[in-house]
């Protein structure tokens, strides 16, 4: 729901006659890699870096088509000198807030430098990151950087290289600092700290609306899943309306009432159960399940549904050929 679904949701993949291929799947930013069993695995005995176990691979669930997670766009990401694709560690688990041992790969300030309180910013890639990059409708990390006999880094903002798949951590540092990171490249061992509370929250708004989508199903509304936004500023998930949807009769009181009363029920139940979070790769794409709904997704989910908390579905919005979807988190899952 990479757009963070990291993809997204169930788009228009059957409509169109066949599923997104890898070259979309770059084009809107979402990691498609290696099997992270493979990946993961080789480097799970090195000294010092924490072990990322591959996601376990729960069996087939029905293929559904692939939607479109709606963000604000990020600029393109800037040339540091490295190149290659970012080892995706935030991939392999949501709640690993922490990761030693990433190679200092590139460092250059970005181009026009843009001056902040005395302070340019500066593109820092690094052979593996556990820092989400901003796309399919979640938003970026922010953290640190820190490393032997260099200053420490605030990350700021992260984002994705679509040319290379690599992973850029924007931070603020001025030009001396800049140079001394820059003469570390390629032998600079990298501390990765993402901000905790932020990656907790931003899973539980993705996963919540990935959970809409089984209660959309559950209320049999034949909602297509368009895009989703789960930004904590008003996350929503818009649906298509095709010929078979059930529609909004705004002439009909209490429709839109009694719609809203059927969704809140469901999302109550399904997240009360408990099930858990699953992923899966197919064909070098990660997909996401939960409570029977699955769906391409680069972004990062709680590991059971009850972990979101209370879900609130606040409104029903009718859009051109959609209705938008939207919702709100309880102060803490």
Not at 9 to 34: D, E, K, Y
Not at 162 to 181: F, M, N, P, R, S
Not at 235 to 241: D, S
């Amino acid at each position: 729901h990479h757009f963070s679904r990291g993809l997204g949701r169930n788009c228009f993949a059957q409509r169109l006659g066949s599923a997104m291929n890898v070259a979309h799947l770059r084009a809107i930013s979402l990691p498609v890699v290696p099997r992270l069993a493979a990946v993961l695995g080789s480097r799970a005995a090195a000294p010092s870096r924490p072990a990322f176990d591959a996601p376990a691979r729960p069996s087939a669930a029905p293929a559904r088509p692939s939607a479109v997670e709606a963000v604000p766009k990020a600029p393109a990401g800037p040339s540091t000198g490295a190149s290659g694709a970012t080892e995706p560690l935030y991939l392999a688990d949501s709640f690993c807030f922490e990761a030693d041992g990433c190679l200092l790969t590139g460092v250059e300030l970005i181009s026009p430098a843009e001056e902040v309180g005395g302070e340019k910013k500066l593109a820092v890639v690094l052979s593996r990151t556990i820092f989400h990059p901003q796309g399919g409708g979640q938003p970026s990390d922010t953290g640190s950087l820190t490393a032997d006999g260099l200053p420490k880094l605030s990350v700021s903002f992260v984002s994705m290289r679509k040319e290379d798949g690599a992973v850029i951590h924007t931070c603020l540092a001025t030009e001396a600092v800049a140079e001394q990171w820059r003469a570390a490249i390629g032998t600079a061992q990298v501390s990765c700290r993402v901000d905790e509370a932020p990656r907790r929250l931003h899973a539980r708004l993705h996963s919540a609306g990935h959970l809409l989508d089984a209660a959309v199903k559950a209320v049999d509304l034949k909602w297509v899943p368009g895009k989703g936004y789960h930004f904590p500023d008003g996350p929503y998930v818009e649906y298509v309306l095709t010929e078979e949807s059930r529609r909004i009769d705004p002439k009909k009181a209490g429709d839109k009432d009694a719609i809203l009363k059927d969704l809140q029920t469901n999302v109550d139940q399904l997240v009360a159960s408990g099930v858990a979070v699953s992923t899966r790769y197919e064909a070098g794409v990660r997909r996401v399940e939960m409570a029977g709904e699955e769906c391409p997704c680069g972004g990062t989910h709680v590991k059971e549904v009850t972990q979101i908390g209370r879900i609130e579905v606040k409104k029903l919005q009718n859009k051109q050929g959609s209705i938008r979807v939207s919702y709100t988190l309880a102060a803490a899952a």
